[in-house]
């Protein structure tokens, strides 16, 4: 089993910025690819972004240029640096992993909301 655990959620005002953490921890060999998604109300869950252990990173076009996803492969966490906040990312943003290629096997975090609003 693996646990995720969120952290640095918040109220920001739109332009802003605000930095999202994740630990994970539990049976944990390696981890293949972690990332971030949200889900704002009324909406379906959408990715963020995305960090395989090589480097590898997928944005969603909304937040290219302004959200950055870093990791530490050998803390196993992940990092979501996110600047010049519009209302539209207003969400709850879910920490996710997967350890190996290819799994269908998700792990999340409980989440953490982020509010932008003025």
């Known amino acids: 089993q693996v646990q995720l655990v969120e952290s640095g959620g918040g109220l920001v005002q739109p332009g802003g910025s605000l930095r999202l953490s994740c630990a994970a921890s539990?049976?944990?060999?390696?981890?293949?690819?972690m990332g971030w998604y949200r889900q704002a109300p009324g909406k379906q869950r959408e990715l963020v972004a995305t960090r395989t252990w090589g480097g590898i990173t997928n944005y969603a076009d909304s937040v290219k240029g302004r959200f950055t996803i870093s990791r530490d492969n050998v803390k196993n966490t992940v990092a979501l640096q996110m600047t010049s906040l519009k209302s539209e990312d207003m969400a709850v943003y879910y920490c996710?992993?997967?350890?190996?290629?290819?799994?269908?096997?998700?792990?999340w975090g409980q989440g953490t909301q982020v509010t932008v609003s003025s």
């Open positions: 539990g049976s944990i060999v390696s981890i293949y690819r």
């Open positions: 996710n992993c997967n350890l190996v290629p290819g799994s269908t096997v998700d792990y």
